[in-house]
């Protein structure tokens, strides 16, 4: 039985036009996200999203790994046994 983790995910967008499948991707794994909040940070011209996620491993690997894939998108994950 794989370990559930809960943790932080840091999702920093550079581009607009990849908001559409940041929302497809998150709504995809949405079993695992437990709260969201996006905040656009005009002064710097990004926009911050901020996830707090309960999952395993390669739940939480597969949607980052799609996530990081996406032009103009960093991801940052933070992890901690349940």
Same mark, same amino acid.
């Not at 949607?63 to 998108?73: A, D, E, H, I, Q």
């Given at each position: +039985? ?6 932080? #995910?840091?999702?920093? =967008? ?18 695992? =996200? #437990? ?13 911050? $999203?901020?996830? $707090? ?6 739940? $939480?690997?597969? +949607? !980052? ?9 960093? =991801?940052? !994950?933070?992890?901690? !046994?349940?």
């Amino acid at each position: +039985m794989p370990v559930e983790r809960i943790g932080a #995910v840091g999702i920093l =967008v550079e581009r607009d036009e990849s908001a559409h499948e940041i929302n497809r991707i998150l709504s995809e794994h949405r079993g695992i =996200v #437990v709260g969201r909040i996006g905040v656009p940070y005009r002064r710097r011209n990004v926009a911050v $999203i901020a996830l $707090i996620i309960d999952g395993s491993t390669d739940e $939480i690997g597969a +949607m !980052t790994g799609k996530l990081g894939r996406l032009p103009g998108v960093r =991801v940052k !994950t933070s992890l901690l !046994t349940k």
